[in-house]
T-cell receptor
């Protein structure tokens, strides 16, 4: 089972890019990396996911290293509303038995 | 698309009573739904995996007789907290995965805050 490690907290100035790292050194070849965020007292919000290639959507970009042992979530122009806890997750198990288990995440504080 | 609705958003109940929480996938079918619990300032903890038409799979340490899960259709799963006690007060969150797409992301409801007095 793959696990992830993230820094507990980060600060970012509004308008600047927020780069959130994640280590998943035990990831196996067919396991995706998922990123979610949770704003206080709400359910987690899906951001992006990827397997090998870098991915980009309207919310963020995901950069996965070639050896797949780490990844970085990039919020290109952080705003105050991006203040949240960001979770990097690797699916555990396969098929119908697969599940997402959350680590402690990174608390991102966007400041003026 | 891929909206998960959870009801109620908040509930207060007396110790010893039971509370039912509903989780619905509004615009997709969900073969599998997941129930999480979150205590203040902690991360989400997976409680159980709910599969449509079969018994739920509970994580280690989660009492199946206390947290009853029913997944009777492809769009509805329910979690019933039986004989609730103050220590069951928590934020309960459900999530769902699009049917037959194991690698697709989970979509989460907005949670139910349970307070047991």
């Amino acid at each position: 089972d793959a696990k992830t490690t993230q820094p507990p907290s980060m600060d970012c100035a509004e308008g600047r890019a927020a780069n959130l790292p994640c280590n998943h050194s035990t990831i196996s070849g067919n396991e995706y990396v998922y990123w979610y965020r949770q704003i206080h007292s709400q359910g987690p919000q899906y951001i992006i996911h990827g397997l090998k290639n870098n991915e980009t959507n309207e919310m963020a970009s995901l950069i996965i290293t070639e050896d797949r042992k780490s990844s970085t979530l990039i919020l290109p122009h952080a705003t105050l509303r991006d203040t949240a806890v960001y979770y990097c997750i690797v699916r555990v198990g396969t098929g119908t038995a697969s599940k997402l288990t959350f680590g402690t995440g990174t608390r991102l504080q966007v400041t003026l | 698309g891929a909206v998960v609705s959870q009801h109620p958003s908040r509930v207060i109940c007396k110790s010893g009573t039971s509370v039912k929480i509903e989780c619905r996938s509004l615009d997709f079918q969900a073969t599998t739904m997941f129930w999480y619990r979150q205590f203040p300032k902690q991360s989400l903890m997976l409680m159980a995996t709910s599969n449509e038409g079969s018994k739920a799979t509970y994580e280690q340490g989660v009492e199946k007789d206390k947290f009853l899960i029913n997944h009777a259709s492809l769009t509805l799963s329910t979690l019933t907290v039986t004989s609730a006690h103050p220590e069951d007060s928590s934020f309960y969150i459900c999530s769902a995965r699009v049917a037959s797409s194991y690698n697709s992301p989970l979509h989460f409801g907005n949670g139910t805050r349970l307070t047991v007095t």
